[in-house]
């Protein structure tokens, strides 16, 4: 099950958990799982996540749930950010104003942490997903429809809004999902490679905030395309770092 990209057109106590690092070990239940971010990517200690919106995706469609398993953001960009010093330094409400490219979230899901999933189950799910999403309603239309929400205040919320998804696809050993949402008039796109890691479900989220005029312009698809292309790298690593 394939879809083409062409056809869906830290601040202040922000410290890598470990310096160069690009790994880490969590547990899921009782299952060990190491964590291994895309090349460039480094691990923030838990104390400076940012504030962002857990997401589960299950067959009821998707839901404000999960649990974070750990955060990851470009290495020169924070290292750059520390070196200049800043004293105040930046917090989650700054997160708006400051430009910290892709964020790599790796999540577990909630509904089915305690379950196995094997590769068949997972492209069922992708199956059901793919059902739900927004192929057929026009999904350029919806998001034009929120740039003038947002710029109207319809959306003017604190909470991640999940606009419209795409399923872009399942191809072992991840389903590939592209969601829009919004939060404090703020657009972002995320591409999700849902995965199975020794029967477990692990999604990684890699996202990027893209403004208006990128949106109008047309750039999306190449954000939308270099966000895959990073996801693919993530689930990938991921699989092999726990065969």
């Known amino acids: 099950m394939k879809r083409s990209l062409l056809c869906v057109a830290f601040f202040a106590g922000a410290v890598l958990a470990r310096d160069d690092a690009a790994a880490i070990e969590i547990a899921i239940a009782d299952t060990k799982i190491e964590l291994v971010a895309p090349t460039g990517y480094c691990p923030l200690d838990k104390s400076s996540w940012p504030e962002s919106q857990l997401i589960d995706f299950t067959s009821d469609g998707i839901k404000r749930q ?3 398993l750990a955060y990851f ?9 520390l070196d200049r010093g800043s004293s105040k330094g930046l917090g989650d409400k700054d997160l708006g ?5 892709e964020i790599v979230d790796y999540q577990a899901s909630l509904q089915l942490r305690d379950q196995n999933v094997t590769s068949a189950r997972l492209e069922e799910l992708c199956t059901t997903l793919r059902k739900r999403d927004d192929s057929s309603k026009g999904w350029f239309e919806i998001v034009l429809e929120t740039i003038k929400g947002a710029v109207n205040g319809s959306y003017g919320g604190t909470e991640d809004s999940t606009v419209t998804y795409l399923v872009l696809g399942y191809e072992d050993p991840a389903c590939h999902v592209l969601r829009f949402s919004i939060r404090n008039r703020e657009k972002v796109y995320t591409v ?5 890691i020794k029967s477990k ?8 905030k893209i403004g208006n005029m990128d949106l109008l312009k047309g750039n999306a698809e190449d954000v939308i395309k270099h966000l895959l292309a990073t996801s693919q790298e993530a689930a990938t690593a991921l699989v092999d770092a726990n065969q």
């Not at 692990?202 to 990027?208: A, E, N, P």
């Open 66 to 68: 999960g649990e974070r």
């Open 73 to 81: 953001v470009d290495c020169e960009r924070v290292r750059s950010g």
């Open 97 to 101: 104003a400051k430009d910290l490219g």
């Open 192 to 196: 999700s490679a849902l995965t199975t």
């Open 201 to 208: 479900l692990v999604t990684v989220h890699v996202s990027k």
